[in-house]
């Protein structure tokens, strides 16, 4: 009888054991299958996460090329000889329309606005020939009178401080330009001051690829970068290339440069008149369109008199930036495009290429 009771006692201690590995199988099962799960969850959102993001880029792309065909199309049927916000490619109104008549899923963004590159003032066209170091003059009075007015400040007791200052921030913009090593002022540096400093770093001895590089250059601070409000005033490109050489001829559209410059493009004596000239311009027909002659510095001249310096100035472009924005629920992307925009001298047909791209956000 006692062999018995042991024998049924061991028997149910080994079903406990059996139960307890049984239970313990299935729950690492389930822990397994609720951790694949949630793995194919996140695996699923993250797909769909990816596929938004290149649909979103995709949308976002296209606005480029849309944007292309509008500037081609535009000087194909240019027929006025000039280029301003009042014409099909700078009229939001004309833009929207385009987007509206593309069929949904077509790849379309939701907002495009191209703006004249042109319409700025381009920093690289101080220097003509990096090489030699040779200095466009008419470009260094233009600086001069951009920093000229930021200058003046109670840090300066005389007038003569402040124009070695702004003489001397110019020179130093010169020399991170040019590929000598001689100085264009007597406080102006080459890279060996650079080299000097608590974080050492070189002068370029190149032209500008960014703007956000003006802040590297001795004596312009951000608060002379943002008080010529740099970014929407300044711009690096602008150069014509040939065989042998870049150059950046420096011309502004006076067409569409924004108030801030065209204060600087106009003369002293008639800067009390910079409202009635941007009356002038952005005058609108019943269309919408352009209602004054804008073609040549001539219909400015016969409206407010010689009121610019005309060795800096143009009526024209064939440089454009290009915002493109799409939207997918809340997310949202835009990217940025610069397009040079010129005819081909062998077959007479209009390209618009883009020669910078930029994914903001």
């Given at each position: 009888m006692t062999v018995i009771k042991r024998y049924i006692k061991k028997l149910k201690n080994e079903r406990g054991i059996a139960l307890l590995m049984a239970l313990g199988t299935i729950a690492l099962m389930l822990t397994a299958v609720l951790q694949a799960n949630i793995d194919a969850k996140f695996a699923i959102e993250a797909t769909a996460v990816t596929k938004e993001r290149h649909e979103l880029t995709y949308d976002a792309l296209s606005g480029i090329m849309i944007a292309q065909a509008i500037l081609v199309k535009d000087a194909q049927n240019d027929t006025d000889g000039y280029d301003a916000p009042c014409e099909n490619w700078g009229?939001?109104?004309?833009?929207?329309?385009?987007?509206?008549?593309?069929?949904?899923?077509?790849?379309?963004?939701t907002k495009l606005v191209i703006s004249d590159e042109l319409g700025k003032i381009q920093v690289n066209a101080?220097?003509?020939?990096?090489?030699?170091?040779?200095?466009?003059?008419?470009q260094k009075d233009l600086w001069f009178r951009a920093i000229d007015d930021i200058v003046s400040s109670p840090h300066y007791e005389s007038e003569y401080d402040i124009i070695n200052e702004t003489k001397s921030i110019i020179d130093c913009m010169i020399d991170w330009i040019d590929h000598n090593d001689e100085l264009h002022g007597i406080n102006s540096v080459e890279s060996d001051y650079y080299e000097g400093l608590e974080t050492p770093y070189k002068a370029r001895d190149d032209y500008?690829?960014?703007?956000?590089?003006?802040?590297?250059?001795?004596?312009?601070?951000?608060?002379?970068?943002?008080?010529?409000?740099?970014p929407s005033y300044v711009t690096v490109y602008g150069q014509t290339t040939d065989k042998n050489s870049v150059t950046y001829p420096g011309k502004i559209n006076i067409n569409s440069a924004d108030r801030g410059v065209l204060r600087?493009?106009?003369?002293?004596?008639?800067?009390?008149?910079?409202?009635?000239?941007?009356?002038?311009?952005?005058?609108?027909?019943?269309?919408?369109?352009?209602?004054?002659?804008?073609?040549?510095?001539?219909?400015?001249?016969?409206?407010?008199?010689?009121?610019?310096?005309?060795?800096?100035?143009?009526?024209k472009s064939n440089l454009f930036r290009v915002d493109s924005?799409?939207?997918?629920?809340?997310?949202?992307?835009?990217?940025?495009?610069?397009?040079?925009?010129?005819?081909?001298?062998?077959?007479?047909?209009?390209?618009?290429?883009?020669?910078?791209?930029?994914?903001?956000?």
């Open positions: 009229r939001q109104d004309k833009i929207n329309e385009i987007l509206r008549v593309l069929p949904s899923g077509a790849g379309k963004p101080l220097v003509t020939d990096v090489k030699k170091g040779k200095i466009n003059v008419a500008f690829t960014s703007i956000n590089e003006l802040l590297l250059v001795k004596g312009f601070s951000k608060r002379l970068f943002n008080a010529v409000n740099i600087l493009l106009m003369k002293d004596d008639y800067s009390d008149v910079i409202s009635d000239v941007m009356e002038y311009r952005d005058e609108r027909n019943d269309d919408g369109g352009c209602f004054n002659d804008l073609r040549s510095l001539r219909s400015y001249e016969d409206h407010f008199g010689k009121i610019f310096y005309n060795d800096i100035i143009t009526t924005t799409a939207t997918i629920n809340k997310t949202r992307k835009t990217v940025r495009a610069i397009l040079l925009r010129e005819k081909d001298p062998k077959t007479k047909r209009w390209t618009c290429e883009m020669i910078s791209f930029q994914d903001t956000r």
